[in-house]
């Protein structure tokens, strides 16, 4: 893993968190984008060299809608930075985590991305980022 490459934060109305994290870091957001599988908006914020996600479900069964409605919003995962996605998934089920999506779908921010169940690691949701090479 190179860096923690954003943290995501579950939000209820994504443009009034937009205008809240504006207000808090002085900057606009610099991309909105909806990843339909995942039923899910997202907003992207740049901080020096981090980047804060927030999303936002767009329907009640979604996995952001769902985590809001159990434990309101705040924090929902943590991504990491890495070279090869698939090497990494293998060498984390190796070390006997448990990866909720084996095979890398397409995420937000043009990455690959996978999830670690919070389950097997500390109660924290792990993401797992890689650029798609164009």
Request: hydrophobic share 35%.
């Amino acid at each position: 893993m190179n860096k923690i490459e954003h943290i995501g934060i579950a939000v209820k109305d994504l443009k009034n968190s937009n205008d809240l994290f504006k207000k808090l870091f002085g900057e606009s957001h610099y991309k909105i984008e909806e990843v339909v599988s995942e039923g899910v908006n997202t907003s992207f914020f740049k901080i020096g060299e981090n980047k804060i996600e927030l999303l936002e479900g767009t329907n009640p069964d979604s996995p952001i809608s769902k985590f809001i409605e159990k434990r309101g919003e705040g924090i929902h995962h943590i991504a990491f930075d890495v070279d090869d996605i698939e090497s990494e998934i293998k060498r984390l089920e190796n070390e006997g985590f448990t990866v909720l999506n084996k095979t890398p779908k397409q995420g937000a921010d043009n990455k690959l991305v996978t999830f670690l169940h919070p389950k097997s690691t500390n109660g924290v949701l792990i993401e797992l980022c890689q650029d798609i090479k164009k």
